[in-house]
């Protein structure tokens, strides 16, 4: 047991030294500041587009190591999210009239905004990367900062939806979709850590985040549904039937996380039988392997042209997952389970040539794009698995030697 | 040579005859009237939501065929276009306060609205429909609200886009997108038809729109590329790169048709070795076969997921050039090319067991979605495909004859 333990262990430290290693290599635009999120299989950039959401993780993911792993503790590690955060503190924000205003999705290299999106997760963002520099650099106006667009966002979801500027359709009633209140309850956790006053405050919301993410459990707790009405009933169509089941299994960490730290055993039982057995009964692949990416709870094809490729990141979240659920509840089936998503992922997805990992991958196994940053992935769900996975398995290795 | 000809207009009439069974049979919807657009591989309706492109691409289908092809000269295929066409009038435009207004991209089964796109392309189907509509029922005030929406599409296009609610960013300047002229284009065919004063009314709009498309010829003749800055230059990172050599193969028989109005042998020649050889060059799977969705002139990978698949709908585009392109020059090697695009057509894309045809293959040439209409497949590529083939072969075989 304690062999293997070591034997994941290993490769999960080497394999996140490279990781870190492409992205300190090839990303970082000395230039303009920021991120370079658009790179080749090779290191080389194919487009000098900076997408925010990958800024904000990026310069999350660096304090995060820089933070709480010695290796990783290192100035230019630092420097490296310093720059990051100046220049979403400088570019991110479009309108800023009343209160912290929309950030842009998109961004020239030099910062102008592309594009904007009406949803809140550009924000999110901002906000993790800013709060999280703020605990490097104990710089107070920047927690500050990131404290105020939280607020902004809760307002946004909870109280008036306006603001985003998406008009209301007669035809599209509002709908909870789970990555909503996810995304804030991963922020909870962010701005709480450690923090008596912010968990306070934030309780409540906390509370009605897991709310939300409960009312997906659908179908006599057969499906974990994407989107559900406001009152929790399921939709009608396509996108009511919507099945994804990498989110479904992040879900599931924050939610066993969350309850850990309220010492709630219900909600741990909920997280693990619905959030991690059910999305791996109907997404795991059982002719080629691997998470499909979206499913039909009816059996429906989906209309996402990418329904039956292999992300990479439903895989970093599964991976996160079995092993938490394992530390926690010593399961074999469930180390069973993370054995068995681990020896898809190792196998699949990291690149021996050049380093980082693939991210899309055909129904059967091949790589079918090959950049190593695109719009949506950059240096956050592969370090983010492998750091949370290396910290787990040292405590569970101390364990096992004390 | 006759004999080839003839193999090929039984086999396209028959699958005409069944694909337009399989809409009249399946998508009618007796109940709130307008079609039905997403219906699954034998016919079953797996979303009742109505998307707006594919409303009025079916009525245009509709009138189209039993306008001007004998067989389908039948009262209930008109019936069926009126009744779309009614859906349409009645909850197509989501505001009306000054001009025609906004048309949805998608509604509910009874007709409200679900999502407005900031484009142009529901407006233009709307037009399709109308006029093509009004041809056949001889209703001028249709044909009138068909020009008047015209007007409002050229306007934003031309003058004054605010209307379309999409915010001007200060990284994203406007871009000529092969798209829209090409519609334009379309629509300036469709309202001239036959009709000597609109002929004169839209006569510098389509030879803007010609000149606009041909901007889209870059690298030395030897690429098409969809995204050109506003002034014919090439635009940097993907957007710029990026190749669809389905949309240029239907740009080619758009130009290929208005030089043969026209008598403009020039733009005959462009239309052929610029928007006919040169997408087949850069477009076709050698190992596989079929057209690639989206390429990258630089040879980069696509960051569409589906850049690799082939979609029934870049084929049917294909088989239209080489036919009309074959028609007018008599061109051996454009017979083959017709031929070879025609085998990888006809031996992938229709469903035997049910009728229609598949839309969504993997590179390698599986069915990887199986529905026969979606959100953006409807009754409209194929049979139009089916129907302008066999109408020239027609043409093509009367002329060996005599």
């Keep these: 047991m304690a062999a293997l333990l070591e034997q994941y262990r290993k490769r999960i430290q080497t394999e996140l030294d490279r990781v870190v290693d492409f992205w300190m290599k090839y990303s970082h635009d000395e230039q303009y500041g920021g991120f370079f999120t658009c790179i080749g299989k090779d290191g080389k950039i194919y487009d000098e587009l900076k997408y925010v959401w990958l800024q904000g993780r990026q310069v999350w993911m660096y304090c995060r190591l820089y933070r709480t792993v010695e290796r990783f503790h290192r100035p230019e590690v630092l420097e490296a999210a310093k720059s990051g955060g100046a220049f979403l503190q400088r570019f991110a924000r479009v309108q800023s009239s009343d209160g912290p205003g929309k950030c ?23 906000v993790m990367a800013m709060d999280e520099l703020a605990r490097v650099t104990g710089n107070e106006a920047m927690q500050a900062d990131a404290e105020s667009m939280m607020d902004q966002l809760v307002h946004w979801v909870r109280v008036d939806s306006s603001g985003l500027g998406r008009p209301q359709m007669p035809g599209d009633p509002p709908v909870n ?62 996108q009511g039937r919507l099945q994804n089941p990498g989110h479904a299994l992040e879900a599931g960490w924050f939610l066993l996380k969350y309850a850990k730290a309220q010492d709630d055993t219900k909600l741990q039982t909920l997280a693990v039988e ?57 399961e074999p089936a469930l180390l069973d389970r993370f054995k068995q998503v681990y020896d898809y992922t190792f196998s699949h997805f990291p690149d021996e040539e050049h380093g980082e990992w693939f991210g899309y991958l055909s129904r059967q196994g091949e790589v079918v794009l090959d950049f190593k940053g695109g719009p949506f992935k950059g240096f956050f769900h592969v370090p983010r698995c492998l750091y949370m996975c290396e910290k787990m398995l040292d405590h569970l290795l101390e364990k096992i030697e004390s």
Aim: charged fraction near 25%; include cysteine; charge should be negative.
């Design 104 to 126: 842009a999705f998109c961004l020239t290299r030099d910062g102008r905004a592309v594009k904007v999106q009406r949803t809140i997760f550009s924000e999110c963002f901002y």
């Design 274 to 330: 619905m959030f991690m057995d059910v999305p791996f009964h109907t997404g795991w692949d059982k002719q080629h392997g691997g998470l499909f990416y979206f499913l039909d709870a009816d059996g429906h094809c989906p209309t996402q042209l990418e329904w039956n490729m292999k992300l990479w990141w439903p895989h970093c979240e599964a991976l996160i997952s079995y092993l938490m659920a394992y530390s926690y509840l010593k």
């Design 177 to 238: 979709s789970m990555a909503v209140p996810m995304m804030l309850l991963c922020l909870v956790d962010q701005l709480t850590e450690g923090r008596e006053k912010q968990a306070q405050k934030y309780r409540e919301l906390g509370d009605w985040c897991v709310k939300q993410i409960l009312q997906h459990v659908q179908r006599n707790d057969k499906a974990i549904l994407e989107n559900v009405s406001m009152d929790g009933k399921e939709i009608p169509g396509c």
